[in-house]
T-cell receptor, first 113, second 113 residues
Framework: DTEVTQTPKHLVMGMTNKKSLKCEQH?????MYWYKQKAKKPPELMFV???????INESVPSRFSPECPNSSLLNLHLHALQPEDSALYLC????????????FGPGTRLTVL | QQQVKQSPQSLIVQKGGISIINCAYE??????FPWYQQFPGKGPALLIA?????SEKKEGRFTISFNKSAKQFSLHIMDSQPGDSATYFC????????????FGTGTSLTVIP
């Protein structure tokens, strides 16, 4: 299984809502990532988890809260978002060690009203 | 500061032609250079990658050329097809920095029949 799955595919939320994005992989990868991607722009790194511990936080606002409950799962909790947070949120995973290939999921299209 | 510079921003090629996308970097510590292909509404997918110990890598119609002294690398798509129409991102990373990718700004490729 060389797939990263993300749910939901689409999410519309108001600025006062709390929601969560979910990412799952069963490739045995020990590094997982959250990216934000705006239209016609490259993915922007938000968070990196390595062996279930947060290793990189790219100065992301606290209204985004990541969680890695186990080696296969990655969540992104959303609260009090702004309309400018509307974007495609991508999850990726990679094996630790020699090879750096990151496998991306299909993304969650988030719209904040 | 953009760690990886990519050009052109957009490219239109006739079917059967050669598409060429270029990237340049400054950090000589980078040791992994992947190219990702992204279709609208989808996550990026790894197309081909190269390490700096080789000058060229070919997989089917896709070739990476790597010039270590010039700190440049390029993607060549031979016999371009309409199905190749997508956005292409180059990236660079250092193995020992948590697999953090530095993406180029992207090239939107359109192959016209």
């Amino acid at each position: 299984d060389t797939e990263v799955t993300q749910t939901p595919k689409h999410l519309v939320m108001g600025m006062t809502n709390k929601k969560s994005l979910k990412c799952e992989q069963h490739m045995g990868h020990r590094a997982m990532y959250w990216y934000k991607q705006k239209a016609k722009k490259p993915p922007e790194l938000m968070f990196v988890y390595s062996y279930e511990k947060l290793s990189i936080n790219e100065s992301v606002p606290s209204r985004f809260s990541p969680e890695c409950p186990n080696s296969s799962l990655l969540n992104l909790h959303l609260h009090a978002l702004q309309p400018e947070d509307s974007a495609l949120y991508l999850c990726a995973s990679s094996a630790s060690g020699v090879y750096n290939e990151q496998f991306f999921g299909p993304g969650t299209r988030l719209t904040v009203l | 500061q953009q760690q990886v510079k990519q050009s052109p921003q957009s490219l239109i090629v006739q079917k059967g032609g050669i598409s060429i996308i270029n990237c340049a970097y400054e950090n000589t510590a980078f040791d992994y250079f992947p190219w990702y292909q992204q279709f609208p509404g989808k996550g990026p997918a790894l197309l081909i990658a190269i390490r700096p110990d080789v000058s060229e890598k070919k997989e089917g119609r896709f070739t990476i050329s790597f010039n270590k002294s010039a700190k440049q690398f390029s993607l060549h798509i031979m016999d371009s097809q309409p199905g190749d129409s997508a956005t292409y991102f180059c990236a660079a990373s250092m193995m020992n920095t948590g697999n953090q990718f530095y993406f180029g700004t992207g090239t939107s490729l359109t192959v016209i029949p």
